[in-house]
C-alpha cells in the first residue's frame, strides 16, 4: 500500500449500494465516465465486456454483480474505476466514485467473518471513520479463477 505518511495509506473512496468501499491509489490508474461498454459472450455475468479506453481494450467488471447486489440504472454518478491487477488493467463499475482519503495504517480492522454485502474473501479489512464504515476491498480476490482467465484471453487480443 502507498503510504503517505508514516504509517498512513491513500484510498480511494466509493460507493456501491449504500455501502462505501475503498481501494489504495497505487492500485488505481483511473477514474472514467461511463463509456458504452461492448459485451463479450462466454464471460461470467459479472463481467461487463471491454471497452476501448485510449487505445487499449480493457476488460469491464460489474462490482454489483460481483456482489450479488441488486443491478442500479447507470446514473451521471457511475464511475468505472480503472485498476492495475497484478499485470491486467481491469476497469470496475461501480455506482459512484466519491473522495479521496489518508488513513491511518493501524486503524484498518479484520473484516467481519459474514459482512453480508461482498463475497468475503474479496475483503481486506473493514475502516472506522467518525461515523461511517469502509469496506476495503483486496482487488486481487475480486476477480476468481474463470474470470482472470477470460481476462487474461482478452489481454493476448488486445491488438482488435
Do not use: W
Not at 477514474?31 to 476501448?52: A, C, K, L, Y
Not at 447507470?74 to 468505472?80: F, G, N, Q
Not at 467481519?112 to 482487488?139: F, M, Q, W, Y
Amino acid at each position: 500500500m502507498e503510504s503517505t505518511a508514516a504509517g498512513n495509506i491513500k484510498l480511494i473512496v466509493f460507493q456501491l449500494q449504500d455501502e462505501e468501499y475503498g481501494a489504495e491509489v497505487e492500485k488505481v490508474r483511473s477514474i472514467e465516465r461511463m463509456q458504452h461498454v461492448t459485451r463479450v459472450p462466454g464471460t461470467p455475468d459479472f463481467v461487463e465486456g471491454v471497452m476501448n479506453l485510449r487505445g487499449v481494450v480493457t476488460p469491464i467488471i460489474d462490482l454489483r454483480r460481483r456482489f450479488n447486489m441488486a443491478d442500479r440504472e447507470t446514473t451521471d454518478a457511475t464511475r468505472i474505476i480503472i485498476v492495475q491487477v497484478g499485470e491486467m488493467e481491469v476497469g470496475l463499475i461501480v455506482d459512484a466514485a466519491n473522495d479521496v482519503i489518508d488513513i491511518e495504517r493501524d486503524s484498518m480492522e479484520a473484516a467481519p467473518e459474514s459482512s453480508g454485502t461482498a463475497d468475503d474473501t474479496c475483503i481486506r479489512g473493514v475502516i472506522k471513520l467518525e461515523n461511517r464504515l469502509l469496506i476495503l476491498l483486496h482487488l486481487e480476490k475480486v476477480l476468481d479463477e474463470e474470470a482472470l482467465l477470460m481476462i487474461e484471453n482478452m489481454e493476448e487480443h488486445r491488438e482488435l
